[in-house]
């Protein structure tokens, strides 16, 4: 099982649930504008603390409120590529891709630098900084830097939001590519349907309340529902 999830997240007055188990591939989480997408993924990463439940990706468990689990974000091998992407401004293209090399450990490591390059087609844009990349050149070595980095499973927030329709499809052929050629698990925020489809082997949706959570595993099966 790729991802056993089942938690809750306060965010100010409101409660994000969140409960669903999924096998191999790549999972999307769905749902309306301001349903709790981000906050289940920063809850999963670490990056915001649950007030209660589980968290286990790839069979470890990085929480659990009952036994006293909890992984610090940084011990916790996710390959997190933010919404806004997150480069570092005043550092080159290749630089932010060696921060993400040196958090690796020899034994985690899935992939070398200069395969990385090849894989992502970016060789060209080594020398370059964040604020003169494209969207997509940049989407694609935010990517790098997390594949870099050794990651257990992968985390991708609306990895798509922001591109036109040819970038778009280079980014949706290049994550079907990692996840084919690294069987990582990935969850992949997303409010597009088209995309959904073209990526996702299983399908969460998050609702405004209970009764409007439903799923759609493509492949395989799954037990998921979601509540903000």
Same mark, same amino acid.
């Given at each position: ?9 306060? +965010? ?8 669903f188990?999924?096998?191999t591939?790549?999972?999307?989480l769905?749902?309306p504008?301001?349903a ?11 990056l ?20 006293g ?16 992407? +997150?480069?570092f ?16 450990p ?22 370059? +900084? ?7 050149e940049?989407?694609?070595?935010a ?9 257990r ?7 798509? &939001?922001?591109l ?5 499809d ?5 994550? &079907? ?8 698990p ?26 409007? &959570? ?12 979601? &509540?903000?």
């Amino acid at each position: 099982m790729s991802f056993d999830i089942a938690l809750q997240v306060r +965010r100010g007055p409101r409660t994000i649930a969140c409960s669903f188990a999924t096998g191999t591939g790549i999972t999307a989480l769905c749902g309306p504008s301001g349903a709790g997408k981000s906050s289940v993924l920063a809850a999963i990463a670490g990056l915001l603390a649950p007030t209660q439940g589980h968290v286990v990706a790839g069979g470890a468990t990085l929480f659990d409120s009952a036994r006293g689990i909890a992984v610090p974000a940084q011990h916790r091998a996710c390959g997190l590529v933010f919404q806004d992407l +997150r480069l570092f401004p005043h550092l080159g293209v290749e630089a932010n891709l060696r921060y993400g090399e040196r958090r690796a450990p020899p034994a985690r490591r899935v992939i070398e630098f200069a395969d990385a390059v090849r894989l992502l087609d970016i060789g060209h844009l080594l020398a370059r +900084r964040p604020a003169t990349l494209s969207g997509g050149e940049a989407q694609r070595v935010a990517i790098g830097r997390a594949l870099l980095s050794g990651p257990r499973f992968m985390l991708l927030d609306e990895p798509l &939001a922001a591109l036109d329709v040819r970038l778009r499809d280079g980014v949706i052929d290049l994550i &079907a590519r990692i996840h084919r050629q690294f069987d990582l698990p990935m969850i992949l925020v997303s409010h597009a349907p088209d995309d959904v489809a073209r990526l996702a082997d299983h399908v969460v949706m998050l609702g405004q309340d209970p009764a409007s &959570a439903w799923s759609a595993p493509r492949t395989g099966t799954a037990s998921e529902g979601c &509540a903000g």
